[in-house]
């Protein structure tokens, strides 16, 4: 429990100098100069096709940039330190709509894997989890007989009760119902102080009204 608790304290910045992606000759972004600080809610917006979850990819580690320098640092005993890309997942975590899980498995055998790669947040169990999702009568069920809306609520369960310092959220509240968009935002206000949230989204009521914005259309 020491270690985990040492890892959810760290604050991480992501710093990016020039950063650009393209694909071809197309310009996805550049020219992005930008501290991402902690305790922060960054909103990236812009229209469909704009390029919001390339840049969150890029930010993630997912996809290389064409341009710029990325680095991510923590700052600890006063002492800067330098985290590698290669090992930046292991303070992140994600969801998305194109995030595939794993329909050959019941609810519960999904979590007991996700959770063996990775550590819940505060060392949650997997019946507080079920709990925290509002699916324990679906803990039995195959993921593949979940609705749209049960599967996006399994991914967001997944990135908001995994120990994780930078929490990257894909247009969070596809496929979900009015109750399922409140519990979406009751467990974004309830995240630790010291993360930094990323939301990509052309909805202004998926992300929190004082996010600092960056809009990507500011950056073809």
Same mark, same amino acid.
């Given at each position: 429990m020491a270690a985990r608790e040492k890892q959810s $304290?760290?604050?991480l910045d992501i710093t990016v100098k020039d950063l650009g992606k393209r694909f071809n000759r197309e310009w996805i972004f550049r020219n992005l100069n930008y501290v *991402?600080?902690? =305790?922060? &809610?960054y909103a990236i917006t812009g229209p469909n096709g704009s390029g919001k979850s390339t840049l969150l990819q890029v930010l993630w580690g997912q996809l290389p940039q064409s341009t710029g320098v990325l680095t991510y640092t923590t700052n600890s005993n006063n002492c800067n330190k330098e985290i590698s890309i290669d090992d930046i997942f292991k303070h992140l975590t994600v969801a998305t709509p194109y995030? $595939?899980?794993i329909e050959e498995f019941t609810l519960s055998e999904h979590l007991r894997f996700h959770f063996k790669l990775k550590p819940s947040r505060a060392g949650m169990n997997e019946q507080e989890i079920l709990e925290k999702m509002k699916l324990t009568a679906a803990r039995d069920k195959h993921i593949a007989n979940f609705s749209s809306g049960m599967k996006q609520r399994v991914k967001l369960g997944l990135a908001f009760f995994t120990q !994780? $310092?930078?929490i990257f959220l894909d247009e969070p509240t596809t496929n979900l119902d009015q109750e399922a968009t409140a519990w979406y935002h009751q467990q974004l206000r309830e995240l630790p102080s010291h993360c930094t &949230? *990323? &939301? !990509? =989204?052309?909805q202004p009521t998926e992300y929190p009204i004082d996010s600092q914005v960056i809009n990507i259309l500011d950056f073809k």
């Open positions: $304290d760290l604050k *991402f600080r902690p =305790s922060q &809610i995030l $595939d899980l !994780a $310092d930078l &949230i *990323f &939301i !990509a =989204s052309n």
